[in-house]
């Protein structure tokens, strides 16, 4: 009996994942421990490795959306027969219920193409996106070493196709599936927007002392290695005040306003494919060298595709920057059922009065968002405050 592949189940709260990339094509060997397929869920990516060594055979295309347990494949071991037809897919609390239907597998669903009689080379994510364009990779000519064809050969491919299938004077583009991390910021966004009533202030921060400090944490603890940002700087701030300041640090849970216990701080970290939130857990009683340390390592586990489902759980606030990108101020989405989110904008060269005289100083705008069931202007108000008053005295912060 060949060993069936499962779609992993990641965490108590996985309630279905997507197959996003098969690492071995169908029909070629594998050694037990090496990468399998790639699982992306609604948190968190993440790769799977083969549990045995045998002939893969996949049962679902990439791109194909499970709930936990459901059976993705087969390995087959070297000295099994391969039917044509390949067994049916069980849910893996059913396997002791045995099952003799078969079925087969729809041509899309195992993307093994042939030219001249042999299997097309090329490269998972092209044969990834030559699914989704409704493309034959036999009729691709690879770039790629001995002739693989790469991603870029499908892209041309589409481009090609769209352009001589468009009526002259129709508009032209690209269709992208609404899937995977996409599909879920798409649904939780707009959640968030209907079933919480948001609002959002803003509130100048004079920065000059911050900057100062920055500069000094940045020389001292160079040959650590550690580069404190500002956004670490306002993520200890906001900390610091979330302990001051409990009506925000809290959620709408029913019928009831719950106040969490600790100050659990999530990072906003923007990817190519959409944004994820790795938290910093009891950022509130961490010193900022430790809060600047583990947010890098959080925002590089992030990029890297290495966050685990311990990282992106348990926020209790969130904290957003755009500074990086030149902006001064936006108006953050609650990251549901969190009670706040602050945005971090840039700084800039701005003005403050000293009896009647101005004066050249560094700024920054902050961006607090708020559920307004949960609380009020004037305690949301009085958060931002504390927040901007650990800003401007930022010596608080290393005590």
């Known amino acids: 009996m060949p060993a069936e592949i499962y779609l992993v189940k990641v965490g108590m709260t996985m309630h279905e994942g997507t197959v996003e990339e098969w690492y071995v094509p169908d029909g070629e060997r594998v050694e037990a421990g090496a990468l399998l ?3 992306e869920t609604e948190k968190v990516n993440l790769d799977v490795d083969a549990e045995t060594t045998g002939i893969v055979k996949h049962l679902v295309a990439e791109g194909t959306t499970l709930e936990p347990g459901d059976v993705v494949g087969y390995i087959y071991a070297d000295d099994e027969t391969i039917p044509d037809v390949l067994p049916a897919a069980r849910r893996k609390r ?10 087969t597998p729809k041509a899309e669903t195992k993307p093994v193409p042939a030219r001249s009689g042999k299997r097309v080379a090329a490269s998972p994510v092209a044969r990834k996106l030559a699914s989704e364009l409704g493309i034959d990779l036999a009729t691709v000519t690879g770039t790629g070493p001995r002739g693989r064809i790469t991603k870029e050969d499908v892209q041309q491919a589409g481009e090609q196709a769209a352009t001589s299938s468009t009526p002259a004077g129709e508009p032209t583009g690209e269709s992208i599936p609404l899937r995977g991390m996409r599909k879920t910021i798409a649904e939780r966004m707009h959640a968030s927007l209907r079933d919480s009533a948001q609002l959002t202030m803003d509130m100048e921060v004079a920065m000059d002392d911050a900057v100062k400090l920055r500069q000094g944490l940045i020389a001292e603890w160079e040959s650590e290695g550690i580069r404190a940002t500002y956004t670490d700087l306002v993520i200890v701030a906001a900390a610091r005040a979330l302990t001051r300041h409990p009506a925000m640090n809290a959620a709408l849970v029913g019928d009831s306003i719950s106040r969490f216990e600790h100050v659990h701080v999530g990072i906003a970290v923007a990817l190519a494919e959409g944004l994820i939130v790795p938290v910093i ?5 961490k010193p900022l060298k430790q809060v600047a340390v583990e947010s890098a390592e959080l925002a590089k586990r992030a990029r890297d595709g290495a966050l685990s489902l311990t990282d992106v759980e348990g926020g209790t606030f969130t904290v957003t920057s755009l500074g990086m990108y030149g902006v001064d101020t936006f108006t953050p989405i609650l990251n549901t059922p969190e009670a706040g989110i602050l945005g971090v904008g840039r700084i800039y060269d701005g003005l403050r009065w000293d009896d009647d005289t101005p004066r050249k100083t560094a700024m920054m705008r902050l961006s607090l968002t708020w559920d307004h069931r949960v609380l009020d202007g004037a305690p949301a108000a009085e ?6 008053a650990y800003l401007e005295a930022p010596f608080r912060l290393l005590v």
Not at 94 to 103: N, W
Not at 383 to 388: K, S
């Open 37 to 39: 397929y790639r699982l």
């Open 94 to 103: 059913d396997i002791v219920a045995q099952d003799d239907a078969a079925v």
């Open 281 to 285: 857990k009891d950022a509130g009683d």
């Open 383 to 388: 958060f931002l405050a504390t927040v901007r």
